[in-house]
């Protein structure tokens, strides 16, 4: 497999981008180059000798965070996200990969590789760690203000994800409601329960709460981009107080420090389970090629895992499953 990795996104960009690059080599056999985009002379000094399936793609630009992604997609044609965005589009890589602007890989997936012809808006689909396993919610902050037809879209998308990546067997789509009653929610919310609740091909359970969400009741949450970030950076930030009030508390006193001393295996691993960089990156579903999101602040280990992700995706002919399931006027 070829990958169009963008060494140039991200805060740790280039060092830990390349770094990743290099475990991936080491630990995937499946990888038969990986393309590293951006500019030569800071990226050289992070290559190792011998890596004959790293080979650097020049790029002059990057695309920042501070940067509006539809100006500078327009503007800085020798953007490091547009060359590997191109390179998918020409067939030259199997996948895109960028920890840098979420926004300026949207644009750039959509006008450098395509949609999905059948799909209106991309979403960008992420697991979360629950009671019962990893779950997929999307849209998580593509898409602000949604019609029906896109969460319905949404609604496919994930389900086709949740089976053939997270290998869940007739996975459980729930819509994101303030209740579980058909009746509950906004209208947005209200009329496409109706439409899944009639929809063939997905298993529809109905709406979700917000208190269920990491209780794992459902397999793929679907809601708009406002909602889905929202929920994101809700679960981060109430995982880090959590963190942090604990600690306080083992503080107070000996007793406390030598309880918290024996639960630190379990600790380690509930930490485990919720660190991003386990899984590696969120996939943009709906795009006609593989692209992955990785957070911002990803290291070496979230971008070789992301690796391995857009290789699941390729594998299981993904695009090819979703475009024939997401026929003109079936969704």
């Known amino acids: 497999m070829r990958i169009a990795l963008d060494a140039m996104g ?7 981008i390349v770094q990743g690059a290099i475990e991936a080599i080491n630990k995937y056999s499946f990888i038969e180059k990986i393309f590293i985009v951006g500019h030569k002379d800071k990226i050289n000094p992070y290559l190792e000798n011998g890596q ?9 630009e990057n695309i920042t965070m501070d940067d509006i992604p ?14 590997a965005a191109k390179m998918v589009k020409d067939k030259e890589a199997d996948a895109l990969i960028s920890a840098g602007s979420t926004g300026a890989q949207m644009v750039a997936s959509l006008f450098g590789i395509g949609r999905i012809k059948a799909v209106d808006r991309p979403a960008i689909a992420t697991v979360l760690p629950t009671l019962e396993g990893y779950k997929l919610l999307l849209d998580i902050g593509a898409n602000t203000n949604c019609k ?14 949740a089976e053939k990546i997270l290998e869940i067997k007739n996975p459980k789509i729930a819509l994101i409601n303030n209740g579980t009653e058909k009746t509950k929610g906004n209208e947005l919310v209200q009329q496409t ?21 990491l209780l794992g009741s459902a397999d793929v949450m679907v809601c708009d981009g406002f909602v889905g970030n929202i ?6 930030g109430m995982a880090k107080a959590v963190t942090s009030l604990a600690k306080e508390e083992i503080d107070k006193s000996i007793r406390a420090k030598i309880g918290a001393g024996l639960l630190l295996p379990v600790v380690k691993e509930l930490k485990s389970k919720l660190d991003y960089s386990e899984y590696g990156g969120a996939p943009l ?28 995706c390729h594998k299981s002919d993904l695009i090819k499953i979703m475009t024939n399931n997401l ?3 079936d969704v």
């Open 285 to 312: 579903l709906g795009i006609d090629g593989i692209s992955i999101i990785c957070h911002g602040s990803s290291k070496a280990k979230a971008i070789c895992n992301s690796i391995n992700i857009a290789y699941n």
């Open 193 to 213: 329960y109706i439409e899944l609740e009639n929809m063939p091909g997905i298993n529809f359970t109905g709406n979700i709460e917000g208190r269920d969400i």
């Open 70 to 83: 539809t100006v500078s997609y327009r503007t800085k044609k020798d953007a490091s996200i547009s060359i």
């Open 148 to 161: 029906v037809k896109n969460l319905k879209q949404f609604a496919m998308m994930g389900s086709i994800y």
């Open 10 to 16: 991200g805060d740790h960009a280039p060092k830990e």
């Open 327 to 329: 026929k003109m006027g």
């Open 231 to 236: 929920v994101l950076k809700l679960i981060e």
């Open 52 to 60: 004959n399936k790293l080979e650097i793609i020049h790029a002059s």
